[in-house]
């Protein structure tokens, strides 16, 4: 593996200049082990998700096991945002401006139906998934996904997490809006959202 | 039947359009510009007693002829008797009836959010603005029948426009302060405002 | 206002004029040039702009409040709802009757089978069908479990907002107890879905009127325990008494439903004032307090609790056999073994499940005591399968409409107690 990336101006390049070896391999380990077992979430719950995450953080599923009952209500403390419920569009400005207030390293969970894809509302008041808004680390599907679903999600972000090395600064690269002030291209979210399944059949009103 | 109904009639004639029942509810139709008068009436006479305002909202038909409707469904607590009265606005004329706040303080929320979804305007409402929508919204008013139920714009004109909408709108004190006295401000205060000056900042010797 | 110039000035200057000696700012409008050495300070002259929300530990739900202080004390609160607005109403439109059924769990996702319940009453009263004295105990019973599970979760989020952290986590436990019936019973921990159009989706499970008795008396003794921790505790009525007072006259005048308006002496129960499900029938008593403050909110639920216990023991006794669905297979769908054998069963299978069932002409407006105020159904039909317009008269958005005169004159950890005091679930606010 001789390949390097090129960093982006103003991360750090120190460990992306040596070609990955033993020692980094080392330090990749030992820094995503602490990230991964101290994940402090921000929960931005909005809606019957945020039901089943407080369901959770309680005493019969409780995420403490994994390290992230210290709830970190202001984003600047947080690692992971997780949006727990529907997300309005006037509710998306908050979600971008709370995640990009989070510094790096930061991971985004989408918990339930309608934050990974809109879930039942294809009207005209919901973001169709908020991978439209955020960029989105893992997504946990149900309505509202069980407590022990949402506990799988961590520990798929926690094995995401040890995956990453800090030899590729793009990893934890900032991904800020275009000139537009979209996160992706015009295309793209309309492909995102697009209705499915049952959806392309809710056109008529009688 | 509601008792209501024939004191109504008797009261105000031909101002009430139609008696109708409905699965047990009595619904009286009456004209839109005597909204106020009657609904008072309905509160402050002693064998009526409507002191209880369960809901606004409004409806409007699939058929597109037929007018949209401002529907008060009220409650008397102390006789337990419930009445549905509506005024039929027709689409041809522009949406306004007289606001019921002075009369019910509950009505404020639900008339702007009649407002919002309808784009019904109550005249003498405190604060008529959107409630569930942004100020900004562009693209309508939702809960009407020529509104798609996926909205007029594209998913990411959607996105742009909500990524754009202020999410600090109404959070300074010049704003809420100067709204609420506007008419008490000096004219040419209001003169600057109205161009869009905000006040200076001193330079560093302390001038202005 | 001075504060934010001096910090302007502050950043956009190097803070020494050309003498290198430091900038002075004036502070005070009537006299420029005046320093803050010079100047005595004017203590409450500005008022504070504080912003609270939408995205807020304490806020119950995305709920933005824009708080103008005085100090501590709040002048002015100015609420902002419409962050989770989801467009149900124009959802319900798209939908047939049954397809309906499924929005109701998602906005007042603490009680969803209340939502159900009133749902179902409401389309029933449309189409003028009657249910089987079955299906009316097991909605009792569906209500009451909602009541308790929504009561459950505001003590514990209230506690948690005034200080006490302990009876959350006591709370949630109970609820997990009340997850485990709806499961067994639904398929689902909270979207639950239960009822359809002159029934319900399925009948109770072996085993749950037993567990039922024993989370209940589990529930009591909890209950019990949060009596011990709270009711008589110095803190807590510090924190409550006196706090958000609401007159009978302005709860009514402010269309007050639920605890909030008993809480204030008016003694208005849609149980007892416009019975449904033959509550009349039903020996149990509504709360009423005095005061309208906090702490009798507090107790007003506290009790509700212990009542809808009551109410679900005498359920539980009074559940009589029989079918839990209407026999009308125009409405109902028949069972599977019917749909596959006989022709007509078939037909009725296909007409509802593809065209829907559909609703007289008219209107009804059908109204329920959920656990956060008088829940109402508002369907107009036109004599198709879908409403014309499908209207939900939210306890909580009213409720909340209160929270600025409630909370004038206050100071700002009461505005958190009385906001909590609100019972507030930001789904049934904004819809």
């Not at chain 3, 939900?392 to 909340?400: D, G, Q, T």
């Amino acid at each position: 593996m001789g390949v390097i990336a090129t960093p982006e101006p103003g991360t750090r390049g120190v460990l992306s200049q040596v070609s990955p070896n033993w020692l980094t391999t080392r330090v990749d380990f030992l820094v995503n082990w602490a990230r991964s077992n101290s994940l402090w979430p921000m929960p931005f719950g909005t809606a019957c998700c945020a039901i089943e995450f407080m369901a959770a953080a309680a005493s019969r599923y409780d995420i403490s096991r994994f390290g992230m009952e210290r709830m970190s209500f202001s984003p600047r403390q947080a690692d992971v945002l997780l949006c727990a419920g529907r997300l309005p569009f006037k509710l998306a400005p908050v979600i971008r401006r709370i995640y990009d207030q989070m510094p790096q390293p930061k991971w985004v969970i989408s918990m339930g139906a309608c934050a990974s894809s809109g879930g039942i509302f294809d009207n005209y008041a919901m973001v169709q998934g908020i991978d439209t808004v955020v960029p989105v680390d893992v997504y946990v599907p149900g309505c509202p996904p069980r407590p022990e679903g949402l506990l799988y999600g961590i520990l798929l972000l926690q094995k995401k997490i040890r995956g990453e090395t800090l030899a590729d600064p793009t990893i934890r690269a900032e991904r800020s809006l275009d000139a537009h002030g979209l996160p992706l291209a015009p295309e793209r979210i309309d492909e995102l959202s697009e209705p499915f399944g049952n959806s392309l059949h809710q056109t008529r009103s009688a | 039947m509601n008792p209501s109904a024939d004191a109504l009639r008797r009261q105000f004639g031909p101002a009430i359009r139609r008696v109708t029942e409905s699965c047990g509810d009595t619904i009286v139709t009456i004209a839109p510009g005597r909204i106020r008068e009657i609904l008072a009436w309905l509160k402050d006479t002693p064998d009526q007693v409507y002191n209880y305002l369960v809901d606004v909202t409004a409806v409007e038909y699939r058929d597109a002829e037929l007018p949209l409707e401002v529907v008060y469904e009220l409650f008397s607590l102390d006789r337990k008797v419930g009445l549905r009265v509506k005024a039929a606005l027709p689409k041809d004329a522009p949406l306004e009836v007289d606001s019921v706040v002075p009369l019910w303080a509950g009505a404020d929320w639900l008339e702007r959010e009649v407002y919002d979804m309808f784009g019904i305007t109550f005249r003498g409402h405190p604060d008529l603005r959107r409630i569930l929508m942004w100020e900004t919204y562009a693209e309508g008013h939702p809960l009407r029948k020529d509104f798609p139920l996926r909205g007029r714009f594209s998913r990411s004109e959607q996105v742009r426009q909500a990524l754009n909408a202020n999410p600090e709108a109404h959070y300074s004190l010049e704003e809420l302060g100067i709204a609420e006295g506007y008419h008490d401000l000096p004219p040419d205060m209001r003169a600057r405002l109205a161009r869009g000056e905000r006040g200076r900042i001193p330079d560093a010797t302390g001038g202005r | 206002m001075a504060v934010k110039r001096t910090l302007d000035v502050a950043l956009g200057t190097t803070g020494l004029d050309e003498r290198g000696l430091p900038v002075t700012v004036p502070l005070g409008f009537e006299t420029p040039g005046a320093t803050a050495v010079e100047e005595a300070p004017r203590l409450g002259g500005e008022h504070m702009l504080l912003n609270i929300g939408p995205q807020h530990p304490a806020t119950h739900g995305v709920l933005r409040l824009v708080v103008e202080l005085d100090g501590e004390v709040v002048v002015r609160v100015i609420p902002h709802v419409g962050y989770l607005h989801s467009g149900f109403e124009k959802l319900g439109e798209y939908r047939h009757y049954n397809q309906i059924v499924p929005l109701t769990d998602r906005m007042d996702y603490l009680a969803p089978m209340a939502n159900n319940v009133c749902l179902a009453l409401a389309v029933e009263k449309l189409m003028g069908i009657e249910i089987t004295e079955r299906c009316k105990v097991l909605r009792v019973i569906a209500c009451e479990i909602s009541r308790i599970i929504s009561h459950l979760v505001w003590l514990g989020t209230t506690g948690i907002d005034i200080g006490a952290i302990t009876p959350f986590l006591w709370m949630f436990q109970e609820r997990e107890k009340f997850y485990n019936l709806q499961e067994a019973w639904t398929g689902a921990r909270l979207t639950t879905s239960l009822t359809r159009i002159g029934g319900l989706m399925a009948d109770i499970p072996d085993g749950f009127e037993a567990d039922l008795r024993a989370h209940c008396r589990s529930l009591l003794t909890v209950m019990a325990e949060v009596d011990r921790m709270l009711t008589r505790n110095g803190i807590w009525a510090g924190r409550t008494q006196g706090i958000g007072v609401l007159t009978a006259e302005e709860a009514i005048n402010m269309s007050m439903s639920g605890a909030m308006l008993r809480a204030s002496g008016v003694a208005y129960d849609v149980r007892k004032d416009r019975p449904y499900l033959d509550y009349e029938t039903y020996d149990f008593e509504v709360p009423i307090g005095e005061h309208g403050d906090v702490y009798d909110r507090y107790l007003v639920r506290f009790e509700e609790v212990l009542q809808s216990v009551r109410l679900l023991e005498q359920a539980r006794d009074r559940l009589p056999d029989g079918p839990i669905n209407v026999a009308d297979h125009r409405v109902i769908l028949p069972p599977k073994h019917a749909a596959m054998t006989d022709m007509e069963s078939m037909i009725h299978h296909f007409k509802q499940v593809m065209e829907g069932v559909p609703a007289p002409v008219g209107e009804a407006y059908c109204s329920i005591e959920s656990p956060k105020g008088e829940l109402g159904y508002y369907f107009v039909s036109d004599g198709t399968a879908k409403p014309v317009r499908w209207r939900v008269r939210p306890p909580a958005f009213i409720n909340l409409s209160a929270l600025a005169k409630m909370s004038q004159g206050h100071l700002l950890s009461d505005l958190i107690a009385i906001n909590a005091s609100v019972d507030i679930v930001m789904g049934e606010v904004d819809r």
